[in-house]
């Protein structure tokens, strides 16, 4: 079974990186290419194409108007992701490391605005939510034999952000912008790693620590008389999440392998909370119509997330490997909103793996991703900001190109 083709299985699915999980988490910041041996550079490119839809709240008020439309359109847009992983080994026992990637991210921008019976256009409701995060991890590792590796690293992350809503289906929050400056923080992750390349077993555990951001934070808001700052600077804390990656390989026979992983997110502990957005809630809680609005957060999440999958690889000839992957991901248990159109995913990858020489290769994949439905809200006001009466059957597709370089 001893082929070297085999060492490389677990990089095949270039997309299986790149899966929009639960939440805002954009990949799963696996750390793979520093499980390469020797001295390797990598570089992933990925295309996330989502069709993601529902209806806006409030349908019976809208309908008063003659109107018959409440599609929001699509919500997302063409995601590009980019992932570099760059692997140095010094010495025999020795391992370095530097990893760039964008592991939590979102964009949601909508414009609800039907005809009106004489084809005019009425603009009820539109959100605007972006939210990005850059992180380089650099890592250290120890390998005492040449079957274990224990690493260590620190990773240093950004975080900033944009979210407005604006129309009357917001009531207290009808004009709410928000802006959250650029921030860095630092965290930390730890790890083992064992193989046997002769029977491509592959396997690994690590752990990432949260990383909190303190944020310099602007609010304003809508009123009768027009935009009122709430604040001109305040700051808001919080922790992106800490999170444990399970990846497992073993071979089956002398040209087939089965991979697998498992993924645990602590979005639970998880929230955005401008100080500011506290005081308007709260406020606007005092009218007994809007008293559930004390409870409403920006973002949060009701449980923590579990995905993974499960792959199998042929290897057709010296040269080209193909892959098949199912994937899952359990998503956090929110009601539907713009922000949380779905709620978890299953399903379908294929890829294939070109080697070019001993040292080079090129991978290619596609998935095929079919959304969970979220729970409808039972009431507009215990939703989330911008909620939705229900959403549709959605979709995706993810492209991913993935080039390799031991040296």
Same mark, same amino acid.
């Given at each position: 079974?001893?082929?070297?083709?085999?060492?490389f299985a677990v990089t095949l699915g270039v997309? %299986?990186?790149?899966?929009?999980?639960?939440?805002?988490?954009?990949?799963?910041?696996?750390?793979?290419?520093?499980?390469?041996?020797?001295?390797?550079?990598? /570089?992933?490119?990925?295309? *996330?194409?989502?069709?993601?839809?529902?209806?806006?709240?409030?349908?019976?008020?809208?309908?008063?108007?003659?109107?018959?439309?409440?599609? +929001?359109?699509?919500?997302?847009?063409?995601?590009?992701?980019? &992932? *570099?992983?760059?692997?140095?080994?010094?010495?025999?026992?020795?391992?370095?490391? $530097?990893?760039?990637?964008?592991? %939590?991210?979102?964009?949601?921008?909508?414009?609800?605005?039907?005809?009106?019976?004489?084809?005019?256009?009425?603009? /009820?409701?539109?959100?605007?939510?972006? %939210? @990005?995060?850059?992180?380089?991890?650099?890592?250290?590792?120890?390998?005492?034999?040449?079957? #274990?590796?224990?690493? !260590?690293?620190?990773?240093?992350?950004?975080?900033?952000?944009?979210?407005?809503?604006?129309?009357?289906?917001?009531?207290?929050?009808? =004009?709410?912008?928000?802006?959250?400056?650029?921030?860095?923080?630092?965290? #930390?992750?730890?790890? $083992?790693?064992?193989?046997?390349?002769?029977?491509?077993?592959?396997?690994?555990?690590?752990?990432?620590?949260?990383?909190?951001? &303190?944020?310099? !934070?602007?609010?304003? +808001?809508?009123?009768?008389?027009?935009?009122? +700052?709430?604040?001109?600077?305040?700051?808001?804390? %919080?922790?992106?999440?800490?999170?444990?990656?399970?990846?497992?390989?073993?071979?089956?026979?002398? &040209?087939?392998?089965?991979?697998?992983?498992?993924?645990?997110?602590?979005?639970?502990?998880?929230?955005?909370?401008?100080?500011?957005? !506290?005081?308007?809630?709260?406020?606007? @809680?005092?009218?007994?119509?809007?008293?559930?609005?004390?409870?409403?957060?920006?973002?949060?999440?009701?449980?923590?997330?579990?995905?993974?999958?499960?792959? *199998?690889?042929?290897?057709?000839?010296?040269?080209?490997? !193909?892959?098949?992957?199912?994937?899952?991901?359990? =998503?956090?248990g929110n009601p539907a909103s713009t922000l949380n159109p779905s709620d978890g995913y299953?399903? /379908?990858?294929?890829?294939?793996?070109?080697?070019?020489?001993?040292?080079?290769?090129?991978?290619?994949?596609?998935?095929?991703?079919?959304?969970?439905?979220?729970?409808?809200? +039972? @009431?507009?006001?215990?939703?989330?900001?911008?909620? $939705?009466?229900?959403?549709?059957?959605?979709?995706?597709?993810?492209?991913?190109?993935?080039?390799?370089?031991?040296?």
């Amino acid at each position: 079974m001893k082929n070297k083709i085999f060492y490389f299985a677990v990089t095949l699915g270039v997309p %299986f990186q790149f899966v929009q999980a639960a939440a805002l988490e954009q990949m799963d910041q696996n750390i793979s290419a520093f499980l390469e041996p020797n001295n390797y550079a990598e /570089i992933n490119l990925a295309i *996330f194409d989502a069709k993601v839809d529902g209806e806006v709240q409030y349908k019976e008020y809208i309908a008063e108007l003659g109107i018959q439309e409440f599609s +929001t359109g699509n919500l997302v847009q063409r995601e590009y992701t980019t &992932k *570099f992983a760059l692997k140095f080994q010094p010495h025999a026992k020795i391992s370095t490391g $530097l990893i760039y990637e964008q592991p %939590f991210k979102t964009d949601v921008s909508y414009v609800y605005s039907p005809s009106l019976a004489d084809g005019s256009r009425i603009e /009820i409701e539109a959100a605007d939510i972006n %939210f @990005s995060t850059h992180n380089f991890t650099g890592l250290l590792g120890y390998q005492p034999t040449k079957n #274990w590796n224990f690493y !260590t690293g620190l990773s240093a992350q950004s975080f900033k952000g944009n979210l407005k809503v604006s129309g009357q289906q917001y009531d207290a929050l009808n =004009g709410y912008d928000v802006h959250f400056k650029n921030d860095n923080g630092l965290g #930390w992750l730890a790890g $083992l790693s064992y193989q046997y390349p002769e029977y491509a077993i592959k396997t690994s555990l690590t752990y990432r620590s949260k990383i909190t951001h &303190k944020n310099r !934070t602007s609010e304003s +808001t809508l009123y009768s008389n027009g935009p009122i +700052t709430l604040s001109p600077e305040f700051h808001t804390t %919080f922790e992106t999440p800490q999170s444990v990656n399970l990846e497992l390989q073993t071979g089956l026979s002398s &040209k087939n392998i089965a991979y697998g992983s498992v993924r645990w997110v602590n979005w639970q502990d998880f929230v955005i909370q401008p100080p500011q957005l !506290t005081a308007v809630l709260h406020y606007a @809680s005092l009218d007994p119509r809007y008293a559930e609005l004390a409870k409403l957060k920006l973002i949060d999440y009701k449980k923590d997330q579990w995905s993974g999958k499960i792959g *199998f690889a042929h290897q057709w000839n010296p040269s080209l490997l !193909t892959g098949l992957e199912f994937v899952w991901d359990n =998503g956090t248990g929110n009601p539907a909103s713009t922000l949380n159109p779905s709620d978890g995913y299953r399903g /379908i990858g294929l890829g294939n793996m070109l080697r070019f020489n001993a040292d080079t290769f090129i991978a290619s994949g596609l998935y095929y991703l079919k959304f969970s439905k979220p729970s409808i809200p +039972t @009431s507009p006001s215990s939703s989330h900001i911008s909620g $939705l009466s229900s959403v549709d059957d959605n979709d995706a597709f993810v492209y991913g190109l993935k080039i390799g370089h031991h040296f």
